[in-house]
């Protein structure tokens, strides 16, 4: 069993073997699920690349290379600086 006691800001110290078997470090977040049964869930909402790999993966779908999607990328920002910038003469500011 691990206990934690609340401070009267209303904060705990989640005890080390929970965060070790959460994977949560410095900076994660939680989410607390209230329970239909009155318990209270506490879900990590920090995911690992591993978890995710494939999460956006839909049947039918082209896979695209790293590189292209870096390309892309590139492209759409250099598009949106320029509309960003178009129109200034001399490099004066709007």
Same mark, same amino acid.
């Given at each position: @069993?691990?206990? !934690?006691?609340?401070?009267? $800001? ?10 070790? $078997?959460? %994977?949560?470090?410095? /900076? ?5 699920? #209230? *329970? ?9 909402? &920090? $995911?690992?690349?591993?978890?995710? !790999?494939? @999460?956006?993966?839909? #049947? /039918?779908? $082209? &896979?695209?290379?790293? *590189?292209? @999607? ?9 598009? *949106? ?5 178009? /129109? ?5 500011? %709007?």
């Amino acid at each position: @069993m691990s206990i !934690a006691t609340l401070t009267s $800001k209303g904060q705990i110290t989640i005890p080390a073997g929970i965060r070790a $078997k959460l %994977r949560l470090s410095e /900076g994660s977040r939680v989410d607390f699920r #209230p *329970e239909a049964d009155g318990t209270v869930r506490l879900v990590p909402l &920090t $995911k690992t690349v591993a978890e995710v !790999a494939g @999460m956006l993966w839909r #049947p /039918g779908t $082209k &896979t695209v290379a790293a *590189e292209d @999607m870096r390309a892309l990328a590139g492209e759409a920002l250099a598009n *949106e600086w320029k509309r960003g910038h178009s /129109g200034r003469a001399n490099g004066s500011r %709007r």
